[in-house]
Structure formats: structure tokens, C-alpha cells
T-cell receptor, first 113, second 113 residues
């Protein structure tokens, strides 16, 4: 089965450090999402790309978060500087905009100390 | 306001027993409805989806869901639960022409041997 690959799976970093999370969407999928999952907030949509163009990043704290898709095989989510409240599991998902069926990666568990 | 409610935070059933997980939605447009399952440490996996047509939808792993417009519900069912079904289940709603899901807060299923 085709998979969405996320790296790293786990990341522990100190407050103030830059964090980069990577996602390799399924080949041929034209839609990519970044979600954040916490116990308190559940699943939150951070960013949405279609055909590599960012169409919605209203869920991201703009001052510290940035999301890009430099090519069709790579999506990145950066946090600079990181803060303890950013500790969460970050999921990438890809799929078809037309079918609205999305495949999620296994996530990056981020801990900021 | 658009919303998805999963009234049960936790459900415990015995292996072999039947299961019903509840999902209610409030959505102005014609909804697209989804159920996802998340095993510990994993991403979300699509179980089934409803766009239109037959209101009883069959999914993977023996799950089914029924769309009831009059009750604004899309409950997930399984006739006989297996220990491997222990996971968290998320209901989500979207609509044609949009890209965002609205996720429910999830129901954590525990299966007793």
C-alpha cells in the first residue's frame, strides 16, 4: 500500500530551537495537509496545499510556523523558535481533492522542553 | 455553526459483542461524512465515507455506518468486535467544493477479552 512518510517520528528539542518536520506525500496526490493533534485541542488543521500551492494556513501561528512544498514529493513544516506549547503530534495527510479521501502519515511526535 | 459531536469519549465492549459509535453533525451544506480509526502511535486510517446514494455504507474491517439525515447522525457499527479494534475513532464532516474536514473529538474504544 502507498504510504505518506513523515520524518522524524520523534523529536525532542529545547525551547528556542528550530524544528523541521518533513512529509513525503503519496505520488500523484495533489492535496497535502498538516494537522496538529493534542489532548486538549484534538485535531487542528494547520495548513493546506493543493498542487503545491498553499491555499490555507490560517490555522498556523504565523510568527513562528511556516509550511512549504518545494516539490511534489516533499512538504515541510518548520517551527522557529519552538516553544513548550508546540509539543504535540504533527500529522501530514495527502489525497485527492475530488474524492476528499486522505491518507495520513504516522506523525511526528514533538516534545519541546 | 458547523460542528461534529461524538458524545462518547470512552466505550468499553467485550470481544464478540456488537458496537455502535455515535456521531452527530451540524452542517449547512450537503455533508460528506467520514469515519477514521487511529491506533496507538499511528496516523488516521479511513474506515468509510458517505457522499451520496445508499445511506448504509460498508467500510473496511467489517465496519458499516448509516447516514440518517433526519437525525443528523452517522453512527458507526460493527456486529462483532475483535480485540484488534481497540483504538480511537474519529468522525469527520466535509462538503463538496471545500477541502476541510471538521473532526469530532474522538471515541476511545476498549475491548475486553
Amino acid at each position: 500500500d502507498a504510504r505518506v512518510t513523515q520524518t522524524p517520528r520523534h523529536k525532542v528539542t529545547e525551547m528556542g530551537q528550530e524544528v523541521t518536520m518533513r512529509c513525503q506525500p503519496i505520488l500523484g496526490h495533489n492535496t497535502v495537509f498538516w494537522y496538529r493533534q493534542t489532548m486538549m485541542q484534538g485535531l487542528e488543521l494547520l495548513a493546506y496545499f493543493r498542487n503545491r500551492a498553499p491555499l490555507d494556513d490560517s490555522g498556523m501561528p504565523k510568527d513562528r510556523f511556516s509550511a512549504e512544498m518545494p516539490d511534489a514529493t516533499l512538504a515541510t513544516l518548520k517551527i522557529q523558535p519552538s516553544e513548550p506549547r508546540d509539543s504535540a503530534v504533527y500529522f501530514c495527510a495527502s489525497g485527492s481533492y475530488l474524492t476528499m479521501s486522505y491518507t495520513f502519515g504516522s506523525g511526528t511526535r514533538l516534545t519541546v522542553v | 455553526a458547523q460542528s461534529v459531536t461524538q458524545p462518547d469519549i470512552h466505550i468499553t465492549v467485550s470481544e464478540g459483542a456488537s458496537l455502535e459509535l455515535r456521531c452527530n453533525y451540524s452542517y449547512g451544506a450537503t455533508p460528506y461524512l467520514f469515519w477514521y480509526v487511529q491506533s496507538p502511535g499511528q496516523g488516521l486510517q479511513l474506515l468509510l465515507k458517505y457522499f451520496s446514494g445508499d445511506t448504509l455504507v460498508q467500510g473496511i474491517k467489517g465496519f458499516e455506518a448509516e447516514f440518517k439525515r433526519s437525525q443528523s447522525s452517522f453512527n458507526l457499527r460493527k456486529p462483532s468486535v475483535h480485540w484488534s479494534d481497540a483504538a480511537e475513532y474519529f468522525c469527520a464532516v466535509g462538503a463538496q467544493g471545500t477541502y476541510k474536514y471538521i473532526f469530532g473529538t474522538g471515541t476511545r474504544l476498549k475491548v475486553l477479552a
